[in-house]
């Protein structure tokens, strides 16, 4: 019994280590860096693209851009707008009131800080009980 104690444990630890590696495994596999825009009538995005001259910033073409970039996971590529006139930039146009939320980076790191603290303090807890059962059951044996 004490030998399953231990092992649960070892391995909470173990998932305790691995949880924020995933998370940054993830981001580096799937995570891609955009800019979230509220996105514009196509009608819309024609009149802006004919009026707008260079210099001018090319987002607010395509909807109305959010303060910064963002990275996120699990994005279908076809929903990505990477504009003609300055293809260094990625958009992700985002209704959200229809209730589109993209799953971004910083909420998986939230997640996984928290779950490593869990893990861990679920391993130290299953590794001191087994080693308080092991000191018990010497004392009782002498």
């Not at 030998?3 to 070892?10: D, E, K, L, S, T």
């Not at 995933?22 to 995005?45: F, H, M, N, Q, W």
Request: proline residues 6%; neutral net charge; charged residues 20%.
């Amino acid at each position: 019994m004490m030998i399953w104690i231990r092992r649960i444990g070892f391995v909470l630890l173990a998932c305790a280590f691995l949880a924020p590696a995933g998370a940054y495994l993830l981001d580096a596999a799937l995570g891609r860096e955009v800019l979230i825009i509220t996105p514009k009538s196509r009608e819309s995005i024609e009149m802006d693209r004919e009026m707008w001259e260079k210099g001018d910033p090319v987002a607010e073409i395509y909807g109305i851009p959010s303060d910064r970039t963002v990275h996120v996971l699990f994005i279908d590529p076809a929903k990505l707008i990477t504009p003609k006139e300055d293809p260094s930039l990625v958009l992700l146009p985002v209704d959200k009131q229809a209730g589109e939320n993209p799953l971004q980076v910083k909420t998986v790191f939230f997640m996984a800080w928290r779950a490593a603290a869990g893990f861990l303090a679920g391993g130290l807890f299953f590794l001191g009980l087994a080693w308080f059962m092991s000191r018990r059951k010497s004392a009782s044996t002498t």
